[in-house]
Structure formats: C-alpha cells, structure tokens
C-alpha cells in the first residue's frame, strides 16, 4: 500500500509539474500575444496616418490645380478686359478718322 501510496505522489507530483510547465508556455505565448496586438495597433496607426497623409495631399493637390485653373480663368479674363479696351480704343481711333475725312 505504501508502494502505491508513493507511486501516486510521483505520479501527483509529475502531474503538477507538467501543469507548471503548460501554464508557464501559456503565459509565454499570452506575452508574445500581447507583443503582436501591440506592434498590429502601431502598424494600423501608422497605416491610418499614412492614408491620412495622402487624403491630405490630394486635397492639396485638388486645391492646388483649383487654384491654378482660377489663376488662369483670372489671366483669361484679364487678357479678354484688355483685348475689349484696346478694340474700343481702335473702334473711337477709326471713328475719329472717319468724321475728320
């Protein structure tokens, strides 16, 4: 009896030990867990700030071009005003020499 007895305790004690060693490689593996959740957080930030960055810069660019399209539709309408003045200029310019001849 005492024989079984010790061979119960061996077995018991074999037991706990591999229970020991499973949770110490469960909580070795919830660590290295942990250490992926954290480092997939910074990359989605990283990913988030670039897409950010990038919505940024083409609204830049769309108001960059905006901007360049209105410069021009100014010098346009400029060129135009300019191109009026003178052409009433010529028309008064040949209205004079008309009544003179």
């Given at each position: ?5 010790g061979?119960a305790e ?11 060693d499973?949770r110490?490689a469960?909580?070795?593996r919830?660590?290295r867990?942990e ?5 997939q957080?910074?990359?989605q ?10 919505e ?11 901007s ?8 346009v309408?400029t060129a135009?005003?300019?191109?009026a003045?003178?052409?009433e ?11 003179e001849?």
């Open positions: 009896l005492m024989e079984r007895v061979e061996r077995r018991a004690s074999e037991a706990e030990s591999e229970v020991a499973l110490s469960v909580a070795e919830d660590t867990i250490a992926l959740d954290k480092e957080a910074q990359h930030a990283r990913l988030e700030e670039r897409e950010e960055r990038i940024l810069m083409s609204q830049h660019i769309a108001l960059k071009e905006s360049e399209v209105s410069d021009f539709d100014r010098g309408a135009q005003r300019s191109f003045d003178r052409l200029a010529f028309a008064a310019q040949m209205a004079e020499k008309n009544t001849v």
